[in-house]
């Protein structure tokens, strides 16, 4: 299994920070997960994980895992997942799936993620023979920005936005936000959805799971920002941390092409908060929607 670390000839960007289709590659490495016997897999964490293990990584880490176990011709079209406890990034993560059912049109699957013999995530997903049906769409909403003509996070970087740690992630991703970061100190509460504009920054193979997988994992970055947004804190104020996760797949899509990520929290309450995120593609077709539910605390004064 090799590590996330960039290549020779890496792209850097305009903040030195390497990116582009090397890093990319080391993305779609971390993913491949490796076979250790008939539903168990072993994956690992890149070089420069934070100190705890992404939460979109083990997500995306799973459904790999889950879809190795299922007949071709059979595409995820739901998941659930809990995060049960931290992952250690310095140790592999074990992935046990289970084979629940495989019917006509359906293929359910659950997978553990395991360290140190405890279960740190747990996923449910069902996988469905592509069919033919009714057929409706949300329409994306009007007036955003074109991706090209906002920065990216390099640049943001650059011009001193450094509170987010988003700015942190290794450069697979090219994401360009929308709107003002929820990480900004003295940002004005709002109403409106966090939106950002997301695509992997270089070339992905013709792997409909992968593209799959790798929307899993873009899918957590964003969500409890949107929960953060509608007050007057910044979420370098805040204690994050990721609960559950449901994800739904409407129609093909390439995690190569931009997508438009946009997020929402209709409420918190508890120490909780719940984000609902959709995703389209440029020409307006909603391919997946998704729903978190997060731990977000104030400090103790």
Avoid at 216 to 233: A, F, I, K, N
């Amino acid at each position: 299994m090799s590590s996330s670390d960039p290549q020779v000839g890496t792209e850097v960007g305009v903040d030195g920070t390497p990116r582009g289709q090397a890093v990319l590659d080391a993305l779609v490495r971390l993913l491949d997960l490796e076979v250790l016997e008939v539903n168990l897999f072993r994956g690992v964490s890149p070089a420069e994980s934070p100190t705890n293990v992404f939460g979109g990584q083990v997500a995306g880490q799973a459904l790999v895992a889950a879809g190795r176990t299922v007949p071709a011709d059979r595409h995820v079209h739901s998941l659930h997942a809990y995060f049960i406890r931290h992952g250690d990034p310095s140790i592999p993560i074990v992935f046990e799936a289970e084979r629940i059912r495989d019917g006509r049109s359906f293929s359910t699957r659950r997978v553990l993620a395991i360290q140190r013999g405890e279960a740190i995530f747990a996923l449910s997903a069902s996988f469905q023979v592509d069919q033919s049906g009714l057929e409706h769409t949300t329409p994306m909403p009007a007036g955003v920005p074109e991706p090209e003509s906002l920065p990216d996070l390099a640049e943001r970087v650059v011009g001193g936005d450094k509170g987010g740690w988003l700015t942190m992630l290794p450069r697979s991703l090219d994401v360009r936000l929308v709107d003002e970061p929820v990480w900004t100190e003295g940002r004005v509460a709002t109403d409106e959805p966090v939106r950002a504009w997301i695509k992997a920054d270089g070339v992905l193979p013709d792997d409909r799971l992968l593209h799959l997988c790798l929307l899993t994992y873009v899918s957590d970055l964003t969500l409890l920002g949107s929960v953060v947004s509608r007050h007057d804190v910044s979420t370098t104020q805040v204690q994050m941390a990721s609960l559950d996760h449901a994800m739904w797949f409407h129609q093909p899509f390439r995690a190569d092409e931009w997508l438009l990520y946009e997020c929402w929290s209709p409420a918190a309450s508890g120490g909780r908060g719940l984000g609902l995120g959709r995703f389209y593609t440029r020409d307006g077709v909603l391919v997946a929607s998704t729903m978190q539910e997060g731990l977000v605390r104030l400090p103790r004064s």
